[in-house]
């Protein structure tokens, strides 16, 4: 049995969609751990919350997201951090942990890494956004190695370190998600709605081929979905907001495909395991964490990236994909067992050096 502190990201409170798929792989990893006997203590910005666990909160501002800086921005930290705040409580409660686990894609975290006693376990949810993160990380896996973990070999190699990170994946709770045979016509887009998810490419292939997109996710940049409304007038899309995993998985099961159109390097796409596990086949870009998932021409089309008529053409073929194939390569491969024992492993590993 062990005793794991986890720090969440600083960026959003756990719950509110601000912090993106990391929340959800919060969850998911803290619910199976504490399903094998493991003892856990959360530790995330006031007002989150998880489903059946409880955490320690923490007030502060809000860390800006890392994906919204230039690659040279200075390091940046607000008056009263909630970032700072959480890692100041990591220190005074570090004696009654076994290890410490880091969710934040921040500077800070990696930096303060050498001056605490219990060992550090880094989570990264990102590929390399910055030169200064990039800098400090490469410092810390130096001299503490196999503390890395990662979702996706492509997300690693956007570092120079690609090789000393641990693979991790994704998984969620199967039990939540049901298969759902008989989809409307309609397509779904889900994420963060924010520009480097390119949402406005899947509006581009639903204006070709005439077919309705749902978008559902976190309204992160209000003046780029203007912009998208104001050039895609006749688009037929329709904003419904944020959900929650019982209704999400519920609106997305309806949906004839999941369309992932990401202009960067998506780390892994939780929401991809989310379709699968609907039995909704996902077409996405060869690009990042959809190209590692998708089973091309299986659960799924992987297109040329940013071609939008590689996204029509492959939305017009998308009657060729058996949704039961796609709910059982969720099965396989993304389940919480699978995910539990993959971070279980690499903790032992942790604790035991
Ligand atoms: N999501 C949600 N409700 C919605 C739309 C999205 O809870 O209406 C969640 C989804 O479950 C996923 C996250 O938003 O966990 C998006 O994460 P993803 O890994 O796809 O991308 P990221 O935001 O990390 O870049």
Not at 36 to 52: F, K, N, Y
Not at 69 to 87: E, F, G, H, T, Y
Not at 286 to 308: C, Y
Request: net charge negative.
């Amino acid at each position: 049995m062990l005793k794991i502190l986890f720090l969440s990201t600083s960026v959003g409170s756990l719950g509110s969609g601000q912090g993106g798929g990391v929340e959800l792989t919060v969850q998911n990893v803290a619910q199976e751990l504490l399903r094998r006997g493991h003892q856990l203590e959360i530790v995330a910005p006031e007002g989150s919350w998880l489903t059946d666990i409880p955490v320690t909160t923490i007030a502060g501002k809000l860390q800006v997201p890392v994906q919204t800086l230039r690659r040279d921005q200075s390091i940046c930290l607000p008056d009263n951090s909630v970032l700072a705040k959480m890692w100041d409580y990591a220190r005074q409660v570090q004696q009654h942990y076994d290890l410490i686990v880091n969710f934040a894609f921040d500077w800070l975290p990696f930096y303060l890494t050498p001056f605490f006693e219990t060992t550090i376990a880094h989570f990264i949810s990102m590929g390399s956004m910055t030169d200064a993160s990039d800098r400090i990380m490469h410092q810390i896996i130096q001299q503490y190695p196999g503390t890395f973990g990662v979702y996706t070999q492509s997300q690693a190699d956007t570092f120079s370190f690609a090789q000393d990170c641990k693979i991790l994946g994704s998984g969620i709770d199967l039990s939540l998600y049901q298969l759902n045979p008989y989809p409307e016509a309609s397509l779904a887009w889900l994420g963060r709605i924010a520009p480097e998810k390119a949402l406005e490419d899947a509006v581009a292939a639903v204006n070709i081929t005439g077919m309705p997109l749902k978008i559902f996710g976190k309204m992160q940049d209000q003046n780029y979905w203007s912009k998208i409304c104001h050039d895609y007038p006749e688009a037929p899309i329709e904003y419904l907001g944020f959900l929650d995993t019982e209704k999400l998985q519920q609106e997305l099961g309806k949906c004839r495909a999941l369309l992932m159109t990401p202009r960067w390097i998506e780390a892994f796409g939780n929401v991809a395991i989310e379709a699968l596990a609907c039995g909704v086949p996902i077409i996405a870009y060869r690009r990042g964490g959809p190209a590692e998932i998708v089973r091309d021409g299986e659960t799924g089309f992987l297109v040329e990236p940013d071609s939008i008529a590689g996204l029509a053409a492959a939305i017009n073929q998308i009657e060729q994909i058996n949704r039961l194939t796609c709910r059982q390569q969720a099965e396989a491969e993304y389940s919480l067992v699978a995910l539990g024992d993959r971070f279980e492993a690499w903790f032992n590993q942790l604790v035991n050096n």
